[in-house]
């Protein structure tokens, strides 16, 4: 569904992604792993068309992507939830919500707000509240929710546990299995490696700007080189 | 060392923070735990002097400091981290660790070569003279901590140090604050990466809509049912208990 090949990308003289390539078939969860500064978040950008590739191809459905406007992207139902929620702290818990179906999904927006009231009560009960007044937790449902507003027929999470406690974390994998089980395929960005590679069907970990492994997730579970460089055992 | 009794603060109709009593001893490392809006971070905030408490008291080291503004408190010896990290972006890391320095080395030279030390400590050798935007998340995180150590406090407050971090990234930052305890800096710390309150805290208090709903060891609240139900699920608590 999302096929992307030799993606070349930087800011001005530093080459960030150096020839990545990566896909994602339709019902899968993908994950991406790697350390602290190795691309993941210029790779979300570059598919999302924040930031300009150098190089390589992008296509989504078929369709050659490669260098369009974020706004032609969104159009396509290719939905980016970006890392640090950048919500609009001084608009309604609503309002928020309802920006995220300003180009997309226009036409069922009482559904789809339904929809995610129905996924996050507290958003609902939080409807008229300024969306900064509200906790790390809620502001991360409330990123999610707004990316749902848009009816993403593939959604990117950028770092969606972070700041969660344990138990959100728990409910926020099961919401991303759920969310692929409904039909939306989901390319993960996590640095809680373990349960990322509980949930998805394959990974890739980025060294330095390019793919230095790729595999089913529970093989990769299994890889020595990646435990010790991850997870410190 | 610090000893907070009956903490209050109210927002509007919302009671952020209930009555909490907290006690931290010289040398320890304590941890502050509770589900995401639970009123932690309030809590700091009120214990640093950055926003006022409706009731209740903090005493640092025996002194009533409740209400005093931080940087009486950060003179005294106390300071906290921020979650969200925010360095002067332009300066370089050292300028920006200087800043803390300052606070107890008034010359230029001598604050600048304490952050040198202090940064270096931290891993952040590499990055002294690079401006503080362009570090990642993980050393921005070293750059958060070494501010506030270069205040040369007795007391660090850190409010989410692990979050965004890997596993790998992670076991070294437990390392960092250890160190930082074993040279005399107790620690009280918000933190939600259990792998992180296993390895560091002693005690740790749960805090829930607003009140403290339990303290004990990490493996004592990880078998708590009211913590449990609030806060780890049962997933969490399960590799607690294994752990």
């Known amino acids: 569904m999302l096929e992307v090949a030799e993606l070349r990308a930087g800011y001005g003289a530093i080459e960030v992604l150096r020839g990545i390539s990566i896909s994602v078939g339709a019902g899968e969860i993908v994950a991406v792993l790697g350390a602290n500064g190795v691309g993941k978040t210029t790779l979300n950008n ?22 369009l406007k974020p706004t032609r992207i969104v159009d396509a139902g290719l939905i980016h939830v970006p890392e640090g929620r950048k919500i609009f702290p001084n608009l309604a ?19 789809n707000l339904e929809r995610v009231f129905a996924l996050f009560p507290r958003l609902r009960e939080r409807e008229r509240q300024a969306a900064g007044s509200l906790s790390g937790g809620e502001q991360q449902m409330l990123a999610i929710g707004r990316g749902l507003m848009a009816e993403p027929r593939l959604l990117i999470l950028d770092e969606p546990s972070l700041g969660l406690s344990p138990l959100l974390v728990e409910e926020m994998f099961a919401l991303i299995r759920l969310l692929c089980a409904e039909g939306t395929p989901v390319l993960l960005v996590e640095q809680n490696v373990v349960q990322s590679l509980a949930v998805a069907a394959r990974a890739y970990v980025i060294e330095k700007g390019v793919v230095a492994l790729a595999g089913p997730a529970d093989e990769l579970a299994r890889n020595e080189a990646l435990k010790a460089a991850y997870l410190g055992l | 060392m610090l000893e907070v009794r009956r903490l209050t603060k109210s927002f509007g109709g919302l009671k952020a923070v209930r009555d909490v009593d907290l006690d931290v001893a010289q040398g320890r490392i304590i941890g502050l735990v509770g589900p995401n ?5 309030t809590c700091f905030a009120m214990i640093a002097g950055f926003l ?17 503004p931080p940087h009486r408190t950060a003179e005294r010896g106390m300071v906290r981290t921020f979650q969200i990290t ?5 300066l370089s890391v050292v300028r920006n660790v200087m800043v803390g320095a ?8 001598e604050a600048e070569a304490h952050a040198r030390a202090v940064a270096t400590r931290l891993g952040l050798e590499r990055y002294l003279d690079r401006p503080a935007d362009s570090l990642t998340v993980a050393m921005r995180k070293r750059l958060e901590l070494a501010r506030a150590l270069a205040t040369g406090p007795k007391l660090l407050l850190l409010d989410e140090v692990m979050a965004g971090l890997n596993p790998a990234e992670i076991q070294e930052v437990v390392g960092l604050v250890k160190g930082i305890r074993d040279q005399g800096v107790t620690i009280l710390m918000i933190e939600h990466v259990m792998q992180a309150v296993m390895a560091l805290a002693e005690t740790v208090y749960v805090l829930n809509q607003g009140a403290i709903i339990a303290r ?25 208990a294994n752990a």
């Open chain 1, 93 to 111: 818990v609503r309002e928020n919500l309802l920006l995220g179906g300003y180009r997309r999904g226009r036409g069922n927006r009482a559904r």
């Open chain 2, 102 to 109: 300052y606070l107890r080395h008034a010359a230029r030279a």
């Open chain 2, 216 to 240: 004990g060891t990490p493996r004592e609240i990880a078998t708590d049912p009211a913590v449990v139900e609030a806060y780890l699920g049962h997933g969490a608590a399960q590799r607690m």
């Open chain 1, 46 to 67: 570059t598919i999302s068309g924040i930031i300009r590739p150098r190089g390589g191809t992008i296509r989504f459905d078929g369709a050659d992507f490669t260098g």
């Open chain 2, 37 to 41: 809006g639970a009123g932690k971070t």
């Open chain 2, 86 to 90: 925010q360095p002067f972006a332009g």
């Open chain 2, 52 to 68: 006022r408490a409706d009731a209740g008291s903090v005493r640092f080291e025996g002194t009533e400091i409740t209400g005093a």
